[in-house]
């Protein structure tokens, strides 16, 4: 089966500028994921969806995070205005049923605010 | 607050030799762990799990062991091999949302 597909793979933007990330998911894959990865961290969890609702959210930056998910598949990922702390890989993942099956990883966009 | 803590950077074992992982988490809550590998570049790829209910999980080479007591798990590599040279991740889960740590790098050197 295909992979979890995230675009683009490198971005460098300016501070205040913004940004969006695309991913897609496996197909039939109901629940989809996004995670913040700054370097020497382990990724953190910014938001969950099922199929096209929002699980939890409670740890994505509202006033500058924005993630949507269109019709229960692809999921896009906009952040306005970046700031340099936001410098980091996200990583989109997706996953069929139970969590302690795993789920699948996409490579991440790694995002640098200069 | 950490709450899944790999308290070792990095580990550097011999090809053939066993590599030990090691992680502590202070949520009782959770009800499941992972294990995750990341090459540089890519994401992480699901390894391993196990059930907070259980305290043993084997598949192949791998096996976790969980110490619910100690709140302490681990990560069995044996035999290991180069191709397992990578950053590893210990994960703990409820209701979907996963606590990564910092991860460990395992250097296996030939």
């Known amino acids: 089966e295909a992979g979890v597909a995230q675009s683009p793979r490198y971005k460098i933007i300016e501070k205040r500028q913004s940004v969006a990330f695309w991913c897609n998911p496996i197909s039939g894959h109901a629940t989809l994921y996004w995670y913040q990865q700054i370097l020497g961290q382990g990724p953190k969890l910014l938001i969950q969806?099922?199929?096209?609702?929002?699980?939890?959210d409670s740890q994505l930056p509202k006033d500058r995070f924005s993630a949507e998910r269109l019709k229960g598949v692809d999921s896009t990922l906009k952040i306005q205005p970046a700031k340099l702390e936001d410098s980091a890989v996200y990583l989109c993942a997706s996953s069929l049923g139970s969590p302690i099956y795993g789920y699948t990883f996409g490579s991440g966009t790694r995002l640098t605010v200069v | 607050d950490q709450q899944v803590k790999q308290n070792s950077p990095s580990l550097s074992v011999q090809e053939g030799r066993i590599s030990i992982l090691n992680c502590d988490y202070t949520n009782s809550m959770f009800d499941y762990f992972l294990w995750y590998k990341k090459y540089p570049a890519e994401g992480p790829t699901f390894l391993i799990s196990i059930s907070s209910i259980k305290d043993k999980n084997e598949d192949g080479r791998f096996t976790v062991f969980l110490n619910k007591s100690a709140k302490h798990l681990s990560l069995h590599i044996v035999p290991s091999q180069p191709g397992d040279s990578a950053v590893y991740f210990c994960?703990?889960?409820?209701?979907?949302?996963?606590?990564f740590g910092k991860g460990t790098k395992l250097s296996v050197k030939p």
């Open positions: 994960a703990g889960g409820s209701q979907g949302n996963l606590i």
């Open positions: 969806f099922q199929n096209n609702g929002v699980v939890d």
